[in-house]
């Protein structure tokens, strides 16, 4: 089965700036795809216009079988929550525990009352812990995010994707920091 398909993709800013030019791949369930390139070649872009931060000039995104190119309100809500994404800085949330980072992964999905209260329910939280587990930073777990190493913040952000969806990972600059110790099963 094709999870994610980019079919012939532009994106031209504003400014006249070319950062796509013609992309096109193919994603198989079950595949791991690495994009590299030089600095300013348009890695980051073509992230954002997957997950549809930045609408592309031209051509077609589908994910799992559906045409997501221009999806809107709802509709695109839904489609993001099913695809994690990594950023390059660390969007955590300093001020909060390592667990609340990751189960924020899933506020898309959890009601406003609950995720305002952070009244997490335990299947949950046991949810945010086996993915800490996995990481190896499960004794960080009750520990501000601003207490953390910047290996250990890569790290908690990939767990906060991971905790969000199964469908599709989109992490940006995050092959140094996972290193042996903290490889994904």
Known sequence: MTILKVDNIHKIYPSG???LKGVSFEVKEGEFLVIIGLSGSG?????RCINRLHEPTSGEITFLDKDITHVKGKELRGIKQQIGMVFQQFNLIKRRNVITNVITGRLGKLGT???????????????AMNAL???GIEEKAY?????????NNSV????????????CYLPMNLLHHLIPQHQIR
Do not use: M, W, Y
């Open 143 to 151: 520990k501000r995010a601003d207490s953390l190493s910047g290996d």
């Open 156 to 167: 908690l952000q990939l767990q906060e994707a991971l905790c969000k969806t199964q469908s």
């Open 113 to 127: 009352f609950q995720s305002i209260t952070e009244n997490f329910s335990p299947e949950l939280i046991e949810e």
């Open 17 to 19: 700036t070319h950062a």
């Open 133 to 135: 587990r996995i990481v």
């Open 43 to 47: 890695k980051s872009t073509l992230l």
